[in-house]
């Protein structure tokens, strides 16, 4: 079932599982087409969901997909310090994620080399936004929704902070402290609770970033977020919700099961 809201393509399945074989079905489609043209493939790629890695190798194996033209740029990473990253090797490092949740699921002879797997890392921002422009963008960025409605780790102004629409739009990719909101439901979905145990800091891909991407694909797989995604949808589009932003961009699609999507229209 499909409804539509503004620019916003909205796909309802059965279940999580169903949002997860989705996510991994658009990758493998656009890996596929672009293959098929001799064309690169370049995505802004998530930690949060990751249950789509897993399908997605399975899918590359089978069907013998080379990914030796495809470009991942993971959206973020969390940070112990302001200009330190966590170490790759902490089971919370998206970097540990990505290479156990799917780079070591994939064939050797099929799998991209290390030099096209990206996350953004401080001090190298520039670094990181110029290759994406120097690839010619980005063919599809898939993410998650935050319960404050950031994507990626794009928080929204604390209150009181004055910023318009246009310039969270603009902003990069950059260094910011994770909003207490984010750190409690991340430490509740992965910490098991472990609430001081979550980093402080965090990189992320920018909005300016995101919102360039050719396709945007926002997966919804937890319950909770039936709550912000109605205001996403239907409130005005307004830094103080990030991915109301999306709005504003013409192929963009969300993938809900049917738990969240209940009582939205």
């Known amino acids: 079932m499909e409804r539509k809201i503004e620019n916003i393509n909205f796909k309802i399945v059965d279940d999580e599982w169903d949002v997860y074989f989705d996510m991994a079905l658009v990758m493998l489609e656009e890996i596929m087409k672009n293959n098929s043209l001799g064309k690169k493939t370049v995505m802004i790629v998530p930690v949060g969901p990751t249950q789509q890695y897993p399908i997605l ?49 994939v064939d050797s002879e099929l799998v991209m080399p290390e030099n096209q797997r990206f996350f953004p890392e401080p001090c190298k921002e520039e670094e990181y936004e110029k290759l994406i422009a120097e690839l010619g963008g980005v063919d599809l960025c898939l ?38 909101e984010t750190k409690t439901i991340n430490a509740y979905g992965y910490q098991r609770g472990d609430l001081r145990g979550m980093p ?63 009582g939205l229209f």
């Open 57 to 105: 190798a399975r899918l590359v194996n089978q069907l013998k997909v080379s990914l030796k033209n495809v470009w991942f740029f993971n959206m973020d990473e969390y940070l112990l310090t302001p200009d330190k990253s966590v170490d790759y090797d902490d089971p919370i490092s998206f970097h540990y994620r990505m290479n156990k949740e799917f780079y070591e699921l």
């Open 143 to 180: 993410g998650g929704l935050g319960i404050n409605g950031h994507i990626a780790f794009n928080e929204p102004p604390e209150p009181g902070e004055n910023v318009t629409v246009d310039e969270f739009a603009s902003l990069g990719t950059r260094v910011l402290p994770i909003s207490r």
């Open 200 to 262: 402080e800091w965090c990189i992320t891909v920018g909005m300016k970033q995101i919102l360039a991407s050719k396709r945007i694909y926002i997966a919804l797989n937890r319950p909770w977020q039936h709550g912000i995604v109605k205001h996403v949808l239907f409130d005005e589009v307004q830094a103080a919700i990030p991915a109301s932003l999306l709005k504003r961009c013409e192929n963009v699609e969300f993938c809900a099961c049917k738990e969240i999507a209940e």
